[in-house]
């Protein structure tokens, strides 16, 4: 993952980074299926290595495939990433044990929801669509604003092409 | 990538399972992982990829516009509306005790249904992201 990501960060060619981008996906679905996280597996796997991959490509049709030299020197930004990270590093030192069963995050709500007491085998679909319900409706009006919007950006300017068409005819 | 003789044959052999995986997805949700965002996004994989092999205007017939925008805000729509007949029946909003007699089983109706609208949505919206994009580079490319 370390390797496709300089790769990335390296590479001017735009359409070998939206493959990279792939195959760092898929390899970020097998650490989450190491982890026990399956639907996000799942999830990782056919939104960030399947759609989005065709998505950006359709994308790159409508642009060059190379990138532009950048105009100035990237040290401050690297700075700051860098800075960024060693700072959440410095925060994570500060976390629980990994899988830890006194961490404060299974002591709240987790207990109850572990008792399946609605008798849904797969915990994280009984969290998602019943415990948090609320949550799941506004995602989906969340993915649902995100479609109308690519619909009321990408459509207006068709309409007035068109009618630039009849005039001419 | 229409003339690919491999590709066409692969597409037609593993398109059908694809969808039948999104679907024991949604439907196997309840017992093993997954649920309706990713049953949303694997159908639309599906999808996708035909409209990839066979060309856009094959899959457009298949799942037309008008259809896939009545999916974008049918969805929002199956979930809000079963949030509402949680209501009706005297409970609080997306209550899914009151659904059936049984209150177990209410819960899992409610699941079901409300799992449904979110694929229902997902599945619209990408595909529809998708024949944005796709059928703007084609009206580029005549120009």
Avoid at chain 1, 114 to 126: R, S
Wanted: glycine share 10%; charged share 15%.
């Amino acid at each position: 993952m370390v390797l496709a990501v300089l790769v990335i960060a390296r590479t001017r060619n735009l359409f070998s980074v939206i493959v990279l981008t792939g195959v760092y996906s898929f390899l970020m679905a097998t650490v989450l299926v190491a982890l026990d996280a399956v639907d996000v597996a799942m999830t990782e796997a056919a939104v960030g290595a399947g759609v989005s991959t065709v998505l950006l490509l359709g994308a790159l049709h409508l642009c060059k495939a190379e990138e532009a030299k950048p105009a100035h020197r990237p040290w401050i930004p690297l700075a700051l990433s860098m800075a960024t990270a060693l700072l959440l590093i410095y925060g994570s030192l500060g976390l629980p044990e990994f899988s830890d069963p006194d961490a404060p995050i299974h002591q709240h709500v987790t207990p109850r929801y572990l008792k399946n007491e609605i008798e849904v085998p797969n915990v994280v679909t009984a969290v998602l669509a019943s415990f948090r319900s609320y949550d799941t409706l506004g995602e989906t009006t969340v993915v649902f604003t995100a479609g109308a919007g690519i619909i009321a950006l990408l459509r207006r300017r068709k309409t007035p092409k068109n009618e630039r068409d009849k005039h001419a005819e | 990538m229409q003339s690919d003789l491999v590709l066409r044959v692969i597409g037609k052999i593993l398109i059908p399972f694809i969808l039948l995986f999104a679907v024991y997805v949604q439907f196997h949700g309840d017992f093993g992982p997954g649920g309706g965002f990713q049953a949303g996004v694997i159908f639309a994989t599906g999808i996708i990829f035909y409209a990839l092999i066979f060309g856009l205007h094959k899959a457009r017939t298949v799942i037309p516009d008008n259809v896939v925008e009545a999916m974008l805000a049918g969805g929002v729509l199956l979930y809000a509306g079963f949030g509402i007949a949680g209501f009706l029946l005297g409970g609080n909003y997306l209550d899914y005790f009151v659904l059936s007699k049984d209150p177990i089983h209410g819960q899992h109706r409610g699941i079901f249904w409300v799992e449904l609208g979110v694929a229902i949505t997902v599945c619209g919206v990408m595909l529809k992201i998708y024949y944005m994009f796709a059928s703007r580079g084609n009206s580029e490319e005549q120009h």
